[in-house]
Each structure stands twice: as structure tokens, then as C-alpha cells.
């Protein structure tokens, strides 16, 4: 089972940056492909950002493609997400997920088997 906590949300003004973060439990965590997703109000859950366990592959969603950047510290257990040029349109929960199956897509949401349960971020105009 893996636990995950995701830290770093908040109100932040239009061209702003924050930095996402998600701690895992678990001894295997290096070897599962991570993910960030985000649910705005009254909309579907979208992909935003996902990278592999060797974090020699990283996908974007094109929206926030230039933007945002992820990364993962495996010795710490720690995936992150680095946002800049934020946009009021980026204001969402989002959520950290993670993918242990091999072959799994880290960027469909059906394909992650644990879920953190997110945190705010506000973009203000």
C-alpha cells in the first residue's frame, strides 16, 4: 500500500509560481511512474504532468506544457511539480498519483492505483 501527501498549495496572484509536492510511503516507491492531476469546479479530472520511475520521461498536457516542470527525488520519496507563469484558468485541486503496474500510462487516470487527496491552488487575476 502507498500513501501519498501532497503539500504546497495555495493563493497566488496571475504570472505567479508554486511548488507542488508529494510524499510517498512505501520501500518501492522509485519504481512507480507518478502523475499530477487537477479538478477545476464543475469540471472533469485532466491530466496535467506525469514522469517515469528512472525520470528519464516526463509528458505534459499542453496546457501547461513551458510552464510547469516535474521531478522526483526517489531518495526522498518525493515527486514534485514547479509551477510558473501561473494563469487563473491553472486554479484547481490538484492531486498526486502513482502507478506501480508495468506498462501502466501514468498520464490516464484510470491506469494510477493510489491517489493523495489534494491540495488547493488558487490563481488570482
Known amino acids: 500500500q502507498v500513501q501519498l501527501v501532497e503539500s504546497g498549495g495555495g493563493l497566488v496572484q496571475a504570472g505567479g509560481s508554486l511548488r507542488l509536492s508529494c510524499a510517498a510511503s512505501?520501500?518501492?516507491?522509485?519504481?512507480?511512474?507518478m502523475g499530477w492531476f487537477r479538478q477545476a469546479p464543475g469540471k472533469e479530472r485532466e491530466f496535467v504532468a506525469a514522469i517515469r520511475w528512472r525520470a528519464d520521461n516526463t509528458y505534459y498536457a499542453d496546457s501547461v506544457k513551458g510552464r510547469f516542470t516535474i521531478s522526483r527525488d526517489n531518495a526522498k520519496n518525493t515527486v514534485y511539480l514547479q509551477m510558473n507563469s501561473l494563469k487563473p484558468e491553472d486554479t484547481a485541486v490538484y492531486y498526486c498519483?502513482?502507478?506501480?503496474?508495468?506498462?501502466?500510462?501514468?498520464?490516464?487516470?484510470?491506469?494510477?492505483?493510489?491517489w493523495g487527496k489534494g491540495t488547493l491552488v488558487t490563481v488570482s487575476s
Open positions: 512505501g520501500r518501492t516507491f522509485s519504481r512507480y511512474a
Open positions: 498519483a502513482a502507478a506501480h503496474k508495468t506498462g501502466a500510462d501514468p498520464q490516464q487516470d484510470y491506469d494510477m492505483d493510489y
